[in-house]
């Protein structure tokens, strides 16, 4: 927020500026502007803007600020045309910025563009081009004139809240202590691939796991040993994965979930028999366990091609349910349903 205020309160100052400027040249011919002096240093002292005039006729710079050359290593003289400012943007900005400013110049619309302008020495810096389209008498375009900002800083801070913000996006969909996706992450991708798998008629697959004993576990190795045990069974769901939007999430306490789009019931009673062996193959000890007094997980799998009137928080239920039912069968197990329309 203190960046945000800082960048608010510069861009108001870069504003007022060009408002004084607008005042004391009444968006005049700028072409006089080097003749005099006074108003010429006013322009200077008040504001950071580059001032320019293009004639509509020409399509030639009538004038353009001796500043643009401390900015981007340009000379004064250098700027002819038009051209010279298509040809000194970013190849990446030039298309869209220059269709943009003349259809927007033709129509007699003042307005606005961000692009990023080359400098000399093969450098870019931000700016913002603000344009005012001046008529003569006949209500005909005659000029451009306009004001550069350099809001090289302001991009910057910017990207940097974009950057903060994907970073707390990414934040609040984690789970904190596996590093694995949340319940939040979870539900999220469940609603988009639900609306994927119904307009396209194509299963989807959710597997439920429950680490058997857990309670037990905790009681008897500490809570510092459970909370590994849980990274460690998180990390090997996800090694069990190989779809590129298949995902597995922390459900809540010992309880994870898989999500599995494009996936039919064999293959996801696979991908639950893969998750099974490989936590089997990390043989964390469990003295309290009836197996072999290793770590196990019971497992509910579940399948449907979601249609219209079916919710996906009821069909988790269903699945819920087949995970509680291989928990009642002796635990260690995969139970499976295939949910009906």
């Known amino acids: 927020m203190v960046l945000e205020r800082r960048v608010h309160s510069a861009w108001q100052t870069h504003a007022h500026g060009l408002t004084l400027i607008r005042e004391r040249l009444n968006m005049s011919d700028l ?97 913002r081009d603000v344009v005012h389209v001046a008529r003569n008498d006949r209500g005909e375009v005659e000029s451009l004139i306009g004001f550069m900002f ?14 903060l913000q994907k970073e707390l996006e990414a934040l609040s969909f984690k789970d904190g202590l596996t590093n694995i996706a949340n319940r939040r992450r979870f539900n999220t991708n469940l609603e988009r691939e639900w609306q994927s798998a119904r307009s396209k008629g194509q299963p989807l697959s959710i597997l439920m796991f429950d680490i058997d004993y857990f309670k037990q576990y ?34 809540g306490g010992e309880e994870f979930v898989v999500l599995l789009p494009d996936t039919d019931a064999t293959v996801a009673h696979n991908v639950a028999e893969r998750c099974q062996r490989l936590i089997q193959k990390q043989a ?26 079916m919710e996906p928080f009821a069909f988790i239920d269903a699945v819920d349910r087949q995970l509680y039912v291989a928990k009642d069968k002796g635990r260690n197990r995969i139970e499976t349903v295939q949910v009906e329309v």
């Open 31 to 127: 072409s006089d502007l080097a003749s005099d002096s006074v108003v010429y240093k006013t322009l200077l002292e008040s504001t950071l803007a580059i001032p320019w005039k293009i004639d509509w006729a020409t399509m030639q710079f009538a004038y353009i600020g001796p500043q643009i050359e401390t900015l981007l290593g340009w000379s004064q003289q250098s700027w002819l045309s038009v051209d010279d400012w298509a040809t000194r943007m970013h190849a990446d900005d030039r298309e869209s910025v220059v269709s943009f400013c003349v259809a927007q110049s033709q129509a007699g619309v003042d307005h606005e563009a961000d692009y990023r302008a080359l400098t000399k020495d093969n450098g870019y810096v931000w700016i």
């Open 218 to 251: 905790n009681d008897f190795y500490g809570h510092v040993r459970g909370d590994q045990c849980l990274t460690d069974v998180a990390q090997t769901l996800s090694l069990a994965l190989d779809g590129p939007r298949d995902l597995v999430a922390r459900f």
């Open 284 to 309: 964390i000890a469990h003295a309290h366990s009836p197996f072999d007094q290793r770590l196990t997980v019971s497992i509910g799998v579940g399948t449907t091609i979601p249609c219209d009137g």
């Open 150 to 163: 350099d809001i090289t800083e302001r991009k910057k801070t910017e990207e940097k809240l974009l950057a």
